[in-house]
């Protein structure tokens, strides 16, 4: 996705996330509570096992889940999260992160992310919870 058609808030986080750059990370769908995200598994990335190392699925949800939550305006981190590790992830997937809003508390947030390889199936399930800081991204409304 071209940043001109990205949620101004995710453009601005992406621009200063080195990490979801490194990953490959494009933000395919962005606004408030909803973000879609994908990239492709490369061989740099799988473990001893060979298949993706966990930590892949996971920063993928988890970059979701932070492009989603801080796109209200809130400038929000990360409580806790939970991932399960449903199927292998091979070099060559292309992996699709949708995050699920759950419940917006106030400060609190809960969001679920679920992560798809190319053929639908499902590959991984993150859980997590979010707080809202009282800091705001800019002029954007809250």
């Known amino acids: 996705m071209s940043k001109d058609n990205l949620d101004p808030i995710v ?5 200063k996330d080195a990490f979801s750059q490194w990953l490959g990370i494009d933000v395919v769908e962005s606004g408030p509570d909803a973000c879609v995200c ?3 598994v490369r061989p740099d990335m799988v473990n001893g096992f ?5 930590a892949i699925t996971y920063a ?3 970059s979701t889940l932070a492009f989603a939550v801080n796109a209200k305006g809130r400038k929000s981190v990360s409580v806790t999260s939970t991932i399960q590790h ?3 992830v091979h070099t060559g997937d292309v992996l699709t992160a949708r995050a699920i ?3 917006d508390g106030g400060k ?3 969001v679920d992310v679920e992560v798809s390889n190319q053929s639908g199936a ?3 399930w993150l859980t997590a919870t979010g707080y809202k800081r009282s800091e705001t991204w800019g002029d954007q409304p809250v």
């Open 108 to 110: 609190i947030v809960h």
């Open 101 to 103: 809003p759950r419940k």
């Open 38 to 40: 994908r990239m492709t």
């Open 122 to 124: 499902h590959v991984a």
């Open 86 to 88: 449903l199927a292998p």
């Open 60 to 62: 993928l949800a988890d």
């Open 50 to 54: 060979g298949i993706a190392h966990g």
């Open 11 to 15: 453009a601005q986080m992406m621009d």
